[in-house]
């Protein structure tokens, strides 16, 4: 079989232009694997910001949310595994696009390997400060109150929000790679073949303890991905060709 995986797409964090480009590679990308993918594999943050209503999810996005229902159309199987900028979801991508939702770290076996999926947040060794905000963004009270702002507004919020804390957490150095490497490292000492995560933005390919830890990198500067055949995972670039 053949699997894909990305990544830390932030969809709506800079200018139009921008965004429309990216989207554009993103989409590009998408096509391009779409006749031999056996399973496509989302690990979080395909958008800066994503909040759903129960009748309302943000605008903007339309293009993208067709292409990834091309794959459930085509009985392709795409899970989607919520990141720290997206994980406020509701039922939209399960109801509407067939998509197997996931909140929460997950393994899961392909070609007979134990594959495990992270987007990566919360593993730094020096973030106490998210680790201990973390509960409360996902707390279901604290969801189901944020939902009474009226959207137009609940969203702007968020979004500014969204861009003030990527601003301040970029310029900082808070030992993603090395917590993210003991844990992949932990757990391929369980038994698992193949740690597979997101969040830092940097691509990274590296055995540990006889397995593999893959870190997706990000569609903002990179343009990395996953790709598995047969058992076997590669990190690749998506090139401005297409290729």
Request: proline share 3%.
């Amino acid at each position: 079989m053949r699997a894909y995986f990305f990544s830390d797409v932030h969809l709506g964090l800079g200018n139009r232009d921008q965004e429309k480009q990216k989207e554009d590679q993103l989409l590009r990308f998408l096509r391009r694997i779409l006749p031999d993918t056996d399973r496509l594999f989302i690990l979080g943050d395909l958008f800066d910001f994503w909040f759903e209503y129960a009748t309302v999810v943000p605008k903007g996005y339309h293009r993208t949310l067709c292409a990834i229902q091309e794959f459930t159309d085509r009985k392709i199987p795409v899970d989607y595994l919520a990141g720290n900028h997206d994980f406020w979801m509701g039922r939209f991508f399960q109801d509407e696009l067939g998509v197997q939702m996931h909140f929460e770290p997950y393994e899961t076996v392909l070609d007979g390997k134990r594959v495990y999926l992270h987007h990566g947040d919360g593993l730094a060794q020096n973030d106490m400060g998210y680790r201990l905000i973390k509960p409360v963004l996902r707390n279901r009270t604290a969801i189901a109150l944020y939902r009474w702002l009226h959207p137009d507004l609940g969203v702007r919020l968020a979004r500014g929000s969204s861009r003030t804390s990527r601003q301040y957490t970029s310029q900082k150095d808070y030992g993603e790679q090395e917590g993210m490497i003991a844990f992949a490292r932990e757990r391929i000492r369980q038994g698992v073949n193949i740690v597979v995560m997101g969040h830092r933005h940097r691509p990274i390919e590296q055995d540990v303890e006889g397995g593999v830890y893959i870190n997706l990198g990000d569609w903002i500067d990179h343009h990395t991905f996953g790709e598995m055949q047969d058992g076997h995972m590669r990190l690749r670039t998506w090139d401005e060709k297409g290729k």
